[in-house]
């Protein structure tokens, strides 16, 4: 889909030379940003970016591959209790933590791909439902160990002395790092042959093994790897939070997730950070405009988004984009 | 001696049979609304996840009525009618818009219908517990040491005789073939002259209604809150696809393994705890559609290329 | 007496025009036949006439117009569309898809009456009447899209490439059929072929689109004769 991205602006005005220029101011934006920004804006755009990470890979298994996965919130409480059981009781530092949420969400999201290959569709979504409304009772069951319903606290990342940041500000920089490693990573991942093999298995599983594409085989890797990128962005939102608790993972994480995907564009890398900020943001803003109704302003959004951009903020700039450019061949 | 231990089976045989007539119970009100669900699935191929926030609206409704002094079992029928009306306009409004588009989008709709509906009772009627009438007599019999209860006779009663209505509506009349038909191929029924929007209108409306049946059932048991049916949805989905989505009779037998599985984990393996517990239906669902993707009571139809 | 009249049709998908302009009737009790390529327009012209594709022009079924109306209040009115890909309902019976086509009529005793009708034209059905539609052959469900149709009781019935995907001797028995159906119920009939041979011997009239625009009508006699057709269509 990044191709698109490329196609769209590659085969438009901009030279090598200007989408250069346009990263990199990008980049100072982005490393400059807490620096000039209010400190609560700061811990807010961690969590987005957190959130980001994780909906790359709802991304990769919804958008990409066609699966419909209720089961995300499971993931991202996965990569979050096991950041959070090994900082307290493994002393493990907190970079650590995450590659250590990385490795388990992956093997445990492989394993659970495997019912994916033999189900299509609602079926499918509804053994993630089953995935994601075991997670609360999962955690208080054990709750010796995770500390049950109430969660537990945990320490944040301090900053070195040398660095004269503050606290949001480290927290920022170390999340932004993952971040951007996992864009690259999600990136690289779908350009090519093997984003056009996922598409393929999308819209043709059929016609796709018959060419060789191991379907299977794509299936399982995704779901390891789309739960890999949800257990980075628990593990990730630890840093910012502080903090672990059944009720921050409920199924309404899930739906949110896939909203969000929705919402920022199905297949696309870009939309994944446009679901970061409606995950982060929208819940406010929508008990800002009624406080009773804020639900039914969050179910308005997503009706809405799917009545007038049914690809996505980020899908629907593509298509707009595309659009204009061919006008422009004819 | 030998009484003791005749004594001892004795009651551990009656406390089985108890526990098998709970999950019977809780059986039948998974099924209803999963009955709803497959109604919907059925003429409109759409798995509408606000289904069951729907029934709790009306259940809400029929609550008020109720407040406003109309007996508890005229102010159902009421409801039932006007929940048929509230489902035929939002498939009307905001489902027929989206309807051929793809799955994701359809789901996206319904969760959000989901949050919708949600809210909604919340804002209208607050969060907090209210006990609504019940329409079943409180009336006990007992079987030996069993206490079977007019509100499992009941349930029992309401769920065949709505099973069946739909078996005779769906097989046997002219206007359930027509919705068939139209489940099956939009195109091919409106060239026979099915007016197709209207056929969605009715799957929606009916299951509406049916809904708001459901929703009677749980409020009877439950204190009526609006996060009531939110356990009963996951448990309502799991007896519609253990049936296999395409037959009545499907949902209800699901309904009952469903019903029965956590009644008889909470009974005889209290090791769990109580949170695990919960998750033995839920493993089932699993394990049958691993084992058998199509539901119990599914057929694969072979698709001719 | 025309029973369909079409005039200046104009249809398309989208930006994509395909018919530019055509012109063709049906008389009463007659069969006329839409000889065309792959791609020239056929499938489209008959989606036009049963409504399923927005067009431009006149389409007068008895003189009413019925062009702008929803597919199925043209269904209603007497137009029976047998589709390509034969569109039956695959998870009713055989009976059950025959039935539902009689689903607007309110003569009991008529529709049973029909119903016999189809078996008879049709044994196969008979043999297989409360077997899922989807377990049929191809030449099955192709008999059974047009035995749906005809319950219809239609003013005139379309047929989209009915040999399509059929072996030879599957497809001379289903076009003897429609001779029957046309000499003994006098049904009206504009069947869409690739499959020239056949249907020329069915029909009474002829035409020949080409690119969104009718190139060549007449008698079906003279069509059938006529060179360039027997080089394009008839294999010669």
Redesign the interface.
């Known amino acids: 889909m990044n191709a698109n991205v490329n196609m769209a602006l590659g085969n438009s005005r901009w030279t090598p030379a200007m989408k250069g220029v346009a990263w990199l101011a990008a980049a100072i934006v982005l490393i400059g940003l807490p620096l000039v920004v209010p400190g609560y804006l700061t811990f807010q755009l961690s969590g987005v970016m957190a959130y980001a990470v994780a909906a790359i890979g709802l991304n990769l298994i919804t958008g990409y591959v066609g699966l419909i996965s209720l089961g995300h919130n499971a993931f991202f409480a996965l990569g979050a209790y096991t950041a959070a059981l090994s900082i307290v009781y493994f002393n493990v530092h907190y970079i650590t933590s995450v590659f250590l949420a990385a490795i388990v969400s992956f093997v445990v999201g492989y394993l659970a791909g495997f019912p994916a290959q033999r189900l299509r569709g609602l079926y499918l979504a509804l053994i993630t439902l089953v995935l994601a409304v075991s997670v609360a009772p999962v955690i208080k069951h054990f709750k010796d160990v995770t500390g049950g319903m109430p969660g537990m606290v945990l320490e944040r990342p301090t900053p070195p002395e040398w660095t004269g940041l503050t606290r949001d500000a480290w927290i920022y920089y170390m999340v932004l790092m993952f971040a951007v490693i996992c864009f690259y990573l999600a990136k690289n991942f779908v350009a090519g042959s093997t984003g056009r093999a996922l598409t393929a298995i999308r819209l043709a599983p059929l016609a796709a093994s018959s060419m060789g594409v191991n379907v299977n085989g794509y299936k399982v890797l995704i779901f390891g790897l789309g739960s890999m990128m949800a257990g980075i962005g628990g593990a990730l939102f630890n840093f910012s939070l502080g903090f672990v608790g059944p009720d921050s993972y409920t199924l309404m994480l899930s739906v949110s997730f896939l909203a969000a995907v929705v919402v920022g564009g199905i297949g696309t890398i870009w939309g994944a950070l446009i679901a970061g900020m409606f995950l982060q943001f929208i819940p406010t803003y929508a008990s800002e405009i009624s406080e009773a109704l804020a639900g039914a302003v969050y179910g308005g959004i997503l009706i809405a988004c799917m009545f007038f951009m049914p690809k996505g903020i980020a899908g629907t700039w593509i298509e707009r984009r595309q659009q204009r450019l061919k006008a422009k061949d004819e | 001696m030998m009484v003791c231990v005749l004594h001892t089976w004795e009651t551990e045989m009656d406390y089985l049979l108890q526990q098998l007539l709970n999950g019977v119970t809780i059986g039948a009100v998974y099924a209803s609304l999963g009955l709803a669900l497959v109604l919907i699935y059925r003429t409109t191929n759409i798995?509408n996840f606000a289904q069951g926030e729907m029934a709790t609206f009306s259940a809400f409704l029929t609550w008020q009525l109720t407040q406003w002094g109309v007996p508890i079992v005229l102010s159902i029928l009421i409801v039932i009618v006007i929940s048929a009306i509230i489902g035929a306009v939002v498939y009307a409004i905001?489902v027929r818009?989206?309807q051929y588009?793809d799955?994701?989008?359809i789901?996206?709709?319904t969760?959000?219908?989901?949050?919708?509906?949600?809210?909604?009772t919340?804002?209208i009627w607050g969060y907090m517990q209210k006990t609504s009438p019940t329409p079943f007599p409180d009336v006990v019999w007992m079987m030996g040491n069993v206490r079977v209860s007019a509100e499992l006779v009941s349930f029992i009663l309401v769920l065949v005789a709505i099973s069946f209505g739909l078996f005779l509506l769906f097989q046997k009349t002219?206007l359930g073939?027509?919705l068939?038909?139209a489940?099956?191929?939009a195109?091919?029924?409106?060239?026979?002259?099915?007016?197709?929007t209207k056929m969605m209108i009715l799957g929606w409306g009916m299951a509406a209604g049916l809904g708001a049946v459901s929703g009677a059932l749980v409020s009877s048991r439950l204190s009526l809150d609006p996060n009531m049916m939110a356990d009963v949805i996951?448990y309502g989905?799991?007896s519609a696809?253990i049936g296999g989505?395409s037959s009545y009779v499907g949902v209800v037998v699901g309904g009952l393994i469903v019903g029965v599985s956590k009644s008889m984990t909470i009974a005889f393996l209290p090791a769990l705890?109580a949170?695990?517990q919960?998750?033995v239906p839920?493993?089932l669902?699993?394990a049958v559609?691993?084992v058998k993707?199509e539901g119990l009571f599914g057929k694969t139809?072979?698709?001719?290329v | 007496m025309k029973v369909l009249d079409v005039k200046n049709l104009e249809a398309g998908y989208g930006r994509i025009k395909v018919l530019h302009g055509i012109s063709l009737s049906v008389d009463e009790g007659a069969v006329s036949v839409l000889l065309g390529a792959n791609g020239a327009g056929k499938t489209t012209t008959l989606r036009a006439i049963s409504g399923l594709v927005k067009s431009k022009g006149n389409i007068l079924l008895d003189g009413k117009e019925m062009s702008g109306m929803r597919a199925d209040v043209i269904a209603r009115s007497g137009v029976a569309h047998a589709a390509e890909g034969r569109g039956t309902f695959t998870d009713l019976t055989v009976e059950e898809n025959l039935r539902v086509g009689a689903f607007r009529r309110t003569d009991k005793k008529e529709i049973a009456l029909d119903m016999e009708q189809m078996y008879e034209l049709f044994p196969r059905l008979l043999e297989r009447r409360h077997q899922k539609a989807g377990n049929l052959s191809g030449g099955e469900q192709q008999m059974l899209a047009v035995g749906r149709a005809l319950m219809l009781r239609p003013r005139v019935l379309l047929l989209d490439e009915p040999s399509l995907g059929l072996a030879p001797v599957i497809v001379n028995g289903l076009f003897a059929t429609l001779s029957r159906i046309n000499k003994e119920l006098g049904t009206t009939m504009l069947i869409v072929e690739q499959n020239a041979n056949l249907a020329l011997e069915i029909a009474t009239y002829a035409y020949v689109l080409e690119s969104g625009k009718i190139s060549l009508e007449g008698p079906a006699q003279e069509i059938a004769a006529h060179d360039g057709v027997r080089a394009a269509y008839l294999g010669d």
Do not use: C, H, W
């Open positions: 798995a905001l818009p989206v588009k799955e994701m989008t789901i996206i709709v969760l959000g219908l989901f949050l919708a509906f949600n809210s909604t919340g804002a002219r073939n027509a068939r038909a489940a099956s191929n195109q091919s029924a409106q060239l026979v002259g099915i007016p197709y996951i989905f799991a696809v989505m705890g949170d695990l919960i998750m839920l493993v669902i699993v559609l691993i993707p139809v072979a698709a001719r």
